[in-house]
């Protein structure tokens, strides 16, 4: 019964040597929304889908980001739901009113 209770030990603790860290959604993000960090969560978990390259927080505290689709929430955040944010606008001054638009 003591060695059973000891494998169990080794192998709990093995788990977690293997385990992945990842940033999870806290709430829903929308669509073209800059990320803030109140929004995700860092995990562990043992696998992620093969296509997916997960990001970290070194990432966020770098640049600042924004959502290329929504994401729903609990859902783990990879490099291809997000792009670096850069403002990038056209100012239309009409006078007495300013009409700012995303574009080149």
């Known amino acids: 019964m003591l060695r059973l209770k000891c494998l169990f030990l080794v192998v709990l603790f093995s788990i977690n040597l293997h385990s992945i860290e990842v940033i999870i ?3 829903k993000i929308n ?9 995700l969560s860092s995990s562990n978990v043992l696998s992620v889908k093969k296509y997916c390259i997960p990001a970290t927080i ?3 505290e770098k640049d600042k980001y924004f959502a290329t689709h929504y ?6 955040i990879c490099l291809k739901d997000i792009e670096k944010y850069s403002k990038n606008s056209i100012l239309f001054n009409f ?3 300013q ?3 995303n574009g080149n």
Request: proline share 0%; charged share 30%.
């Open 31 to 39: 669509y073209k929304e800059i990320i803030s960090m109140n929004k």
């Open 99 to 101: 009409i700012e638009r």
């Open 25 to 27: 959604a806290n709430s």
């Open 71 to 76: 994401i729903r929430k609990g859902s783990i």
């Open 95 to 97: 006078g007495s009113i």
């Open 58 to 60: 070194n990432d966020f």
